[in-house]
């Protein structure tokens, strides 16, 4: 077994170093490079979706026994685990392959990397295609078995349209209109992007709508630390956190946030903008459907009501009710005579 040795972890002179080609006249990096604001925030759009699955615990803490201890210990553990093999599989890749083969391998970079260490054997050419189907299964099971909960709980608040179908449960007891409508959102986003940036457009556009929803909770940790009117620690958790953390996290999200909106030609046939217009378009989007039936209707003399409905499965759900205003009877005056 002969592994290459691109030299990149060689010194400032050597074979790893940047030359004067990823350069433009003026010494700054080109603009197709990676080396850019837009570049940088969309490698960290990549990061953070290394590091989303752990999200999906926190979906199913009903599913989880003693779920707030449970927590407590496998946090910690479990990232500190991902971290380290994360770590350890790119000093892998940057030790067997060179810079050109990391930046024009994509999403097939462990195969290129495979190819480089072991050869082309059959195990390369038939065992490790296998290995990523296996990968990319498991994170669909994942995200199957997660998401779909959380559509369904959006629908039991009736905050989505027809929420009484998404909230069923019938007839698997499993939930069956919200994975169904994880289907149509998912098969929509595969077929509406038959492109070579399919998978970093799918995957940038899931994290950098989902940062926008960590963005605003960031400033309403921020809002609740000083604001002790509120006292929301007494009354729901004995949760705290750092002002100087949060405010760490708020700054980090919004480079991640307003970088992508740099020209760049990171993705070949997609325009830039895409992603994060897209992104930000879903949230307003969002919002403007909450601000309709939530307070522009009541504006108009709509009154909203809800009650709490019994499913079949002995779950509750919301069920809201606009009540037109009622038109106001003209008394008659009566006059008196004298």
Known sequence: MAVPSPGNFSSFNGRGSATSSDLDSTGLPDEDSAGTSAGYALALLQVLYSYSGWENANYVLTEVRDAPRTLRKAAPIAVATVTILYLLANIAYFAAMTKFELG??????????????????????????????????????????????????????????????WASDWPFNAPTGAIFLHWIITSTFILGSQTEDVYVFV?????????????????????LNFTPSERWAEQRTNFRSSPLLTLFW????????????????????????????LGTSLLAIGTGYWLVWAKVLPAFGFRIEHEIVQMPDGSERVKYKRVKPRKKRRQRQRRSVW
């Open 104 to 165: 024009q391998s994509d999403v097939t970079v462990a195969a290129t990397f495979f190819e480089n260490v072991w050869g082309k054997s059959a195990f390369v050419t038939r065992g490790v295609p296998v290995f990523i189907a296996l990968s990319s299964l498991g994170n669909v099971f994942a995200q199957s078995f997660a998401m779909p909960r959380v559509k369904q709980e959006l629908a039991k608040e009736g905050i989505l349209p027809i929420s009484r179908f």
């Open 203 to 223: 995957t940038n556009t899931f994290i950098y709508s989902g940062n926008w929803i960590k963005f605003f909770l960031g400033i309403g940790l921020l809002y």
């Open 250 to 277: 708020i700054i980090s999200l919004l480079y991640v946030l307003a970088a992508p909106f740099v020209p760049n030609k990171l993705l070949q046939t997609i325009p830039f903008y895409v992603v994060p217009a």
